[in-house]
């Protein structure tokens, strides 16, 4: 399965420190094995997945979106950040 990334995830995921990038690579990795892990969305937001996982005490969603052959990271952040 072939993975893209949104610009705007791609933003978000540049500030994250080395040893955060490596924590979201293996969430990432594990996304791939499974994509329908992550609880998918309702009504107009239909086909996006959000998957919620902790670094240190913070809690991050990362939306996505999967297609056949492909996935799409759109965006990554905290609760507060993605209202």
């Known amino acids: 399965m072939k993975i ?11 500030k994250f420190h080395k040893n955060e990038k490596l924590k979201l690579d293996i969430i990432i ?7 329908k892990s992550g609880q998918e969305k309702k009504g107009d937001l239909r086909g996006i997945y959000i998957h919620k996982f902790k670094m240190g005490t913070i ?7 999967i297609r056949e052959e492909l996935s799409e990271l759109i965006t990554i952040g905290t609760h507060a950040e993605l209202l």
């Open 4 to 14: 893209i990334q949104s610009p705007l995830f791609a933003r978000k995921a540049k």
């Open 29 to 35: 990795k594990d996304l791939v094995k499974d994509p």
């Open 59 to 65: 809690e991050y969603l990362l939306a996505y979106r």
